[in-house]
C-alpha cells in the first residue's frame, strides 16, 4: 500500500461525457502527479501539481484539465470521451518536486469508454 | 532527457539473481538513473536511483558503469512476486515528470 489512494477503481461511461477521477496523495505530499497507460502508448505523463499550483504539463488533451485543492486532494477532469481515452489513469504523490524524491503511485482508476 | 534501450524481455529463475541491463549512452552528467517497476496493471513501484556511484538498498541492486552509458538492476534472489515490468528512467534531478519506456518484462520462473 503506497498510501496514495484513487477513486473510483474502475468506470465505464459512453462517448461525449465526461468524467472525474480522484486522487488523495499520501500524508504530507505537496506535488501530485497524473499519468495515462493505454496499451497503444504506454504510461505517458500528464500533468503536475505542487501545492494548489501547476508545475508541469505533458501530452495532455485540450479536453482533460486537473486541479489540486487546498487539502491537497487532485482531480482529474476528463470531457468529450473518446473510445481512444479507454486507459488507466494513475496519479502519484511525493514530498517535492525534484526526481529523487520517490514517487508513490496509487492503485489507479480503470476508464472503458464505450 | 537522455533515451535508454532496455531488452524487451527476459527470464530468471526462482532464488537466482536476476540482472536488468539498461543503456543509456547519451546521458549527461547530472542525470539520474531511476529504476521503477510495474507488477501486473498496479501502479509503478519505485526501486531505486543512481547518479555516479554503485546504490543497494533493501531491494536491489544498482551498477552503473564508470562511463555512466549503461546500468544493471540487480535483484539478488529473484521471487516469483518479482515477476512484472522493470523501468530504466534517466533525467535529470529537477525533471518534473517519469518519463517510461517500454521496459523490460522480467518473468520469474519455478
Known amino acids: 500500500d503506497s498510501g496514495v489512494t484513487q477513486t473510483p477503481k474502475h468506470l465505464i461511461t459512453a462517448t461525449g461525457q465526461r468524467v472525474t477521477l480522484r486522487c488523495s496523495p499520501r500524508?504530507?505530499?505537496?506535488?501530485v502527479y497524473w499519468y495515462q497507460q493505454s496499451l497503444d502508448q504506454g504510461l505517458q505523463f500528464l500533468i503536475q501539481?505542487?501545492?494548489?499550483?501547476?508545475?508541469a504539463k505533458g501530452n495532455i488533451l485540450e479536453r482533460f484539465s486537473a486541479q489540486q485543492f487546498p487539502d491537497l486532494h487532485s482531480e482529474l477532469n476528463l470531457s468529450s470521451l473518446e473510445l481512444g481515452d479507454s486507459a488507466l489513469y494513475f496519479c502519484?504523490?511525493?514530498?517535492?518536486?525534484?526526481?529523487?524524491?520517490?514517487?508513490?503511485f496509487g492503485p489507479g482508476t480503470r476508464l472503458t469508454v464505450l | 532527457d537522455a533515451k535508454t534501450t532496455q531488452p524487451p524481455s527476459m527470464d530468471c529463475a526462482e532464488g537466482r539473481a536476476a540482472n536488468l541491463p539498461c543503456n543509456h549512452s547519451?546521458?549527461?552528467?547530472?542525470?539520474?538513473v531511476y529504476w521503477y517497476r510495474q507488477i501486473h496493471s498496479q501502479g509503478p513501484q519505485y526501486i531505486i536511483h543512481g547518479l555516479k556511484n554503485n546504490e543497494t538498498n533493501e531491494m536491489a541492486s544498482l551498477i552503473i558503469t564508470e562511463d555512466r552509458k549503461s546500468s544493471t538492476l540487480i535483484l539478488p534472489h529473484a521471487t516469483l512476486r518479482d515477476t512484472a515490468v522493470y523501468y530504466c528512467i534517466v533525467s535529470h534531478n529537477a525533471g518534473n515528470m517519469l518519463t517510461f519506456g517500454g521496459g523490460t518484462r522480467l518473468m520469474v520462473k519455478p
Open positions: 500524508s504530507g505530499d505537496l506535488s
Open positions: 547519451t546521458i549527461s552528467g547530472n542525470e539520474y
Open positions: 501539481y505542487y501545492n494548489g499550483e501547476e508545475r
Open positions: 502519484a504523490s511525493s514530498p517535492g518536486t525534484v526526481l529523487t524524491d520517490t514517487q508513490y
